[in-house]
């Protein structure tokens, strides 16, 4: 039988606590901030708040990479919001956000119903947005996709190009870079598509995301907002690159933001790059939830007037 009595005990005041008052939520605070407990991933959002506004004060460097969902379920005028409030320095996206980008932009919808369409074929199928991908894609040859895309959607006879985030890279002449993969996206499977001048203008945008991520410093932040795959990858590529030819890009700090927690992102977005130097956070919620917290921080954080825009 174990002896009980011998078991050694000690003072609860002689205690190390993680969990203090002075951290928890205040609910009748003015501020938001301090309705956020400073503990877990209270904490480290309000951080990466911290870090974001350091970036943009300090011009350090503000890539934020998106895949599909954030565009296509509304958060586009958060984005081009923190453009317009200087947060943002490069958008990369993966080859699904411009589709959804220029239907918004072009009918003020998007988002089809997969499964259904898939039963008859029909997924994907929509004329007009291919024949205006394919058609920009086939112009400017030497314009990226990206830049391609958001200056045809600003020039272009598209009623909701205020919605676009695309269009707001062009207007405020903040690169917008495309990386996918050939197969990936719907316009890949219409007759038009030019795999030779698809891939020379995602080729362009590498290398601008490159570029990016060379001038990348220790006030730096890089943000990824749901991809899964594709963005984590080219970002990890673009990075050696940088390094491999001699630049200092360490000590930056790294985020993600995505519904549940992946493999790709955390490991090559918020672990490998700041291995060195740097620190990452790795949130999970649902985008549009997330990132209109994230929002509203910021422009608290910065002290920011922001009467906002008619689309918020």
Sequence with gaps: MIDFSRIRTYPLQLRANKSRLADFARPDARRLAERIPDLSAG????????????????????????????????????????ME??????????????IH????????????DVLNGLRDGSFGMARETAALMHGIVNGEPDR???????????????????????????????PVTVHSAIGTEVIHMHPGFDPVRHGRKVHADFQTMIETVRTLDP???????????????VFLRSLNIARNLGDDAFGFT???????RLYRPYENVVHRPTEGGGTGYYFVGQHELMLP????????????????????
Excluded at 148 to 158: E, N, P, T, Y
Excluded at 159 to 164: C, E, I, L, N
Excluded at 219 to 233: C, F, M, R, T
Aim: with cysteine.
């Design 43 to 82: 904490r480290d959002l309000k951080a990466l708040v911290a870090a974001l506004s350091e970036a943009r004060r300090s011009g350090g460097g503000l890539l934020w990479m998106s895949g599909a969902h954030p565009i296509k379920c509304g958060l586009g005028p958060i984005l081009i919001r923190l």
């Design 219 to 233: 006030a730096g932040v890089v943000v990824n907002l749901g991809s899964g795959v594709i963005l984590p990858e």
């Design 85 to 98: 409030l200087g947060f943002v320095t490069h958008v990369a996206t993966n080859g699904a956000a411009p």
């Design 254 to 260: 790294t985020a993600v933001f995505d519904m549940e």
């Design 144 to 174: 990226g996709l990206g830049s391609s895309i958001g200056h045809a959607i600003l020039q272009g006879d598209f009623p909701h190009r205020d919605m676009s985030v695309f269009a707001a890279c062009a207007r405020l002449g903040i």
């Design 101 to 112: 980008d220029l239907e918004i932009a072009l009918i003020g919808e998007t988002s089809e």
């Design 293 to 312: 917290l994230l929002y509203c921080l910021l422009v608290e954080g910065a002290n920011l007037h922001d009467p906002g825009r008619s689309a918020l």
